[in-house]
T-cell receptor
Framework: DTGVSQDPRHKITKRGQNVTFRCDPI?????LYWYRQTLGQGPEFLTY????????KSRLLSDRFSAERPKGSFSTLEIQRTEQGDSAMYLC?????????????FGPGTRLTVL | QKEVEQDPGPLSVPEGAIVSLNCTYS??????FMWYRQYSRKGPELLMY????GNKEDGRFTAQVDKSSKYISLFIRDSQPSDSATYLC???????????FGRGTSLIVHP
């Protein structure tokens, strides 16, 4: 399978714990995006990388959230001191930066439940 | 008021029906208009996109954009049970790669 992969698919944690998610984009895609999707809502943009550079962050991305993309390949999203309001699906997408449209291909998501 | 409004449904239709899904928006700077399909517990997948105004057809799917009314539509002809999913509209301004999504419309096509 050459699509976007995310790990883990599900994560249950207790309030106050730290969690880390991983995203592996499609090979050669230089752009990588993180979104959060809650039940009954569309995805909301969190942050975006071009290669290893984090170019844009949403104001939704509080200080407890941090994302990295070392060497411009896979990316990690860490949430520190999780809160119940962090419960959501975290989606990763990647795109190739060679055309003006830049279709984004989404992974299956990581579903986070904070107890 | 959200930038992109979309009725969540659910919309239930019989197999073979023509389905009409739509979104309204408030940001006149939007230039790319996209429709995504999302099956339960999966990530969204792009169905089609339109740049600026006009119509675009791809098989059973037709997308329409009316910038004067700030209104976009997706039509599905000869709907099938496999079309049952949530349909998300999304839009973005030119020069940005970050879309703003609607909340999605749940479509159920029953045999």
């Amino acid at each position: 399978d050459t699509g976007v992969s995310q790990d883990p698919r599900h994560k249950i944690t207790k309030r106050g714990q730290n969690v880390t998610f991983r995203c592996d984009p499609i090979s050669e895609h230089n752009r990588l995006y993180w979104y959060r999707q809650t039940l009954g809502q569309g995805p909301e943009f969190l942050t975006y990388f071009q290669n290893e550079a984090q170019l844009e962050k949403s104001r939704l991305l509080s200080d407890r959230f941090s994302a990295e993309r070392p060497k411009g390949s896979f990316s990690t999203l860490e949430i520190q001191r999780t809160e119940q309001g962090d419960s959501a699906m975290y989606l990763c997408a990647s795109s190739l930066g060679k055309d003006t449209f830049g279709e984004q291909f989404f992974g299956p998501g990581t579903r986070l439940t904070v107890l | 008021q959200k930038e992109v409004e979309q009725d969540p449904g659910p919309l239930s239709v019989p197999e073979g029906a023509i389905v009409s899904l739509n979104c309204t928006y408030s940001n006149s700077a939007f230039q790319y208009f996209m429709w995504y399909r999302q099956y339960s517990r999966k990530g969204p997948e792009l169905l089609m996109y339109t740049y600026s105004s006009g119509n675009k057809e791809d098989g059973r799917f037709t997308a329409q954009v009316d910038k004067s009314s700030k209104y976009i539509s997706l039509f599905i002809r000869d709907s099938q049970p496999s079309d049952s999913a949530t349909y998300l509209c999304a839009m973005r301004v030119g020069g940005s790669y970050i879309p703003t999504f609607g909340r999605g419309t749940s479509l159920i096509v029953h045999p």
